[in-house]
């Protein structure tokens, strides 16, 4: 999907995690927001899309809930992640314990970030990653390869997720 006119596409919201920073807070113009708790309003877009993110996040699962949740019926969920298509499970990484500290299950890898710097990834994705769209209620869910491979998409199959 390409917008060349804001006019398009309606509202157009942005956001990004920041450390200690309350979700919904402004931080220069930019709204910070948690994939796992976000502050949007249920059905609140039509499109939610972000790319290579889902990977930082400990619970996952609650994440995609959270998408689910804020995306209109008929809405689409569209990102990327580090995905290993010759894997049919994700490799777990890391995850919280019950005091919230990250344990590591590998060695740990870090991916860079402007803003952030290194970011710990909690795991590497395998093609289940269409099977826990639909555990977070996804009705339609595919694995799109583009044709020709841009700067945002830096060759990676793009995943694609529906909310009837």
Known sequence: MCIRDRRQAGQLEQSQYFDGVAPGTLVSGVR????????????????????EVLEHV????????EVHRVLRPGGWYIFTVPLDTARTTTIERARLDANGNVEHLTAPEYHGDP?????????TYGTDILTRLARAGFAQQELCT???P?????GRAVICASKT
């Open 32 to 51: 910070c927001e948690n994939l796992e708790a976000l502050t949007y309003a249920d059905a609140s877009f039509d499109l939610v899309t972000n790319s």
């Open 58 to 65: 400990a619970d996952d699962h609650r994440a995609l809930q």
């Open 115 to 123: 803003v952030r710097g290194a970011i710990l990834a909690f795991r």
């Open 146 to 148: 583009m044709p020709h």
């Open 150 to 154: 841009t700067r945002l998409t830096r």
